[in-house]
């Protein structure tokens, strides 16, 4: 993939003439460790009775009593790797890989550092402290420039690192904790202080080749969250932060205090399902069919999907239904497109679902599982697509007392990950998130969802009849009678009757609401109108806030886009994926339709009724709860008074 405009190309002779600095470090060095304490203390053999088993010195001397009395360690990588194997004394292929994956990122490390001090004015700042002429004016820079270049430097060796032994990595997990030896006193002693922890944590951690993998890439990804935590409030961090650079013999990019993902993706082996196998569901699946195709309008070179800029990109949704009524058939049909799409075009499609087994008792793995799920798919060099499924058993509510503290830590992940402060929307990918009952998700965490799928499958008598004879398959003579099979699964058709519907509202309480705003101002033919009925609603429910605003007018700029990407654009790329971003952004242009009333209303109506329903559910759900438990009072006060009677 060739470079884009804002990123600069990373030399491979500037990262090679860092080898034998990084080759230095991983052969060893001494380190006294400042802040963490070492998980896997050598016993020092006594040199006479009682001197081993002292307590550690403590100074008494003002000033010193919290200065660290820990001895240098020398640390010595590659031997400590190299005896990761247990017995065998030769070098296996792993231990080499990973040898030379980590010297590979400390060189990269070396090589950013260096670009970094000569564009912040670091270099010059050096060179006049080596000659001793540094001002007493430049010393507070001086420090903080060195500061940042330790956090670059640090995070960049942390990121390479995940990058390049991301390959090596099998279904074994290490759990290495917090990263605690994080120092930014120079770049020199930033590397140090890691790789003196990751020694430890091997130490500690390491029996066999698939756990020094794994060791080694948990211990990366703690100390880039650790990096890039405490860089949020770090000055001088501009020369870093606004540049990217492009390692081409790795397709690397470094791009600030964000991850870098191999543009790999999953292997599927769901059974895909078409979208004539999808029967009902007319709206949840003209939608999906939509979004597979805005999906691949992704500029790769850009970052950016045309319709992300124009609007109507669906990032989130949430779709909900009975059970049995077609959810998972959704996911199958949609992921199948998008898959299909990307063999076409060559591009990397994940997949990825979170389910109920990434749910952890132990504290913080559950967010740290949601957080690597929503990474895998927000990934820019890939085309992704996450499910949640069963969403009101995952993420729980806040204040529910039923939900486990993991359930709380997940909510809380995709709170901030679909509409939080960091949120940037590329276009690239996309959340589903699906439930039977969704009015027990968090009403915070249902409202992320951009858009609705009502997922509640065969409706007609023609639906029915379609679905029988397609599940019946064809191992039978039963004649079809007078019926025209899948003509009601003409998508355009069933689609336009199934918006119409949404007119008037379907749910009770929002058509009192509807009628009594229409009998005072009319038809809903102006903004104010609307604003007018918007208000009524929020009257009624406090929950339909200036969030569910957005996403009535997200929806509304999608139906703006009402419109398929012809499937030739996806069967041959050099009509529209091939394109470049400018082509693509005014090929779509051209196919937009104008806004109407009509759209604004229905949108509002498609909208609210799902709120109302989630809430009269939620409500029915609450009372019943409430009666039932008194029932059981009163039954057993009855009890109660008919055994003490006797």
Known sequence: MSLTSDQMELREEDIRKHYDAAVGMLDGFDHTPRIAKGKDPVAVPERSSGIGTRRRFRSTTPGLVTRSTARPEGVHLVERIEGAGGEDPLVSPVQANVLHGMRRALAIALAVGENFAEASGLADLKRENLAGALGADKKIAFSELLAAEALAVSYVFANATSFLLAPLLGETQVEVGEVEEVLTDNAQLALHGALWELDQDIAALVSDEDRLVACVCAFAEQLMEKVALRAQNAPQLGAFVGASWKVEADDLTINGFSPARAAKGSTLTMTFKKPNEVVGNHIAKYQAMKLAKMLMAYDFDRRLNPFAELGGFIFTFMGDGAPGTGKTTLIQMMAGLINDYCQVAGYAFRYQNFGIDNIDSYQGKSGQNAKAFVQNVLDPQVIGFGTIDDIDQIAGKRGDRQSSAGQQEVTAVFMEAFAGANTVVRGNCTFGMFSNYPENVDDALRQRA??????????????????????????????????????AQAIQKAVAASFESHNRPHEEGLLNVFDKVHSQVGELDTIAKMGTYLKAIQEADPRFTGRAIKNITDAVKVRAMDFELPDAWMENP?????????????????????????MVVQEINRYADSEFRYADKSDEVAISSMVRDMQRSEAAKRRYLEGKAK
């Open 574 to 598: 050099e009509l529209f994926l091939a394109k470049d971003y400018d082509t693509k952004k005014a090929m779509i242009n051209e196919l937009r339709v104008p806004i109407t009333t009509d």
């Open 450 to 487: 951009g858009a609705r799928f009502l997922v509640d499958g065969p409706q007609t008598r023609e639906d029915y009849i379609d679905i029988l004879a397609l599940l019946m398959g064809k191992n039978h003579d039963i004649a079809l009678g007078e019926h025209e099979l899948f003509e």
